[in-house]
């Protein structure tokens, strides 16, 4: 019983951490846009685009082409990494983090 109740209280305390996830070169794409662009087609957004639309936060599409959205973090290493850039399309990045409910708490992002 007492290894029971060690076990449930460990638990509690150090829930397991959600492992990390890499995306690699995957289109990069503002929220505003996001419905518009499928993975076809996500090379043709343009970074001024991008950038005139990334108030909205950013994202990328998956390999099975659903959009995950990055959090507040994530979205200005985006919005940093894309000003930085001298890219005017084919916006894609390697992007670290753990997924849950459809968004990514970002720990790195890169262009590619």
């Known amino acids: 019983m007492r290894l029971l109740l060690a076990s449930i209280l460990i638990a509690t305390v150090f829930p397991l951490a959600a492992a990390a996830e890499t995306w690699s070169n995957a289109p990069l794409v503002d929220q505003n846009c996001s419905a518009k ?7 043709a957004h343009t ?3 991008a950038l005139g639309c990334g108030s909205s936060g950013f994202g990328i ?9 990055l959090d507040d973090a994530g979205s200005k290493k985006a919005l940093a990494a894309l000003k930085a850039s001298s ?6 990045a390697t992007v670290t983090g753990e997924a849950a409910n459809g968004t990514i708490k970002v720990q790195s992002l890169k262009l590619d």
């Open 37 to 43: 662009f499928t993975l076809k087609d996500a090379d």
């Open 87 to 92: 890219k005017s399309d084919y916006l894609r």
């Open 61 to 69: 599409l998956t390999s099975n082409g659903t959009f995950l959205k």
């Open 47 to 49: 970074r001024s685009c």
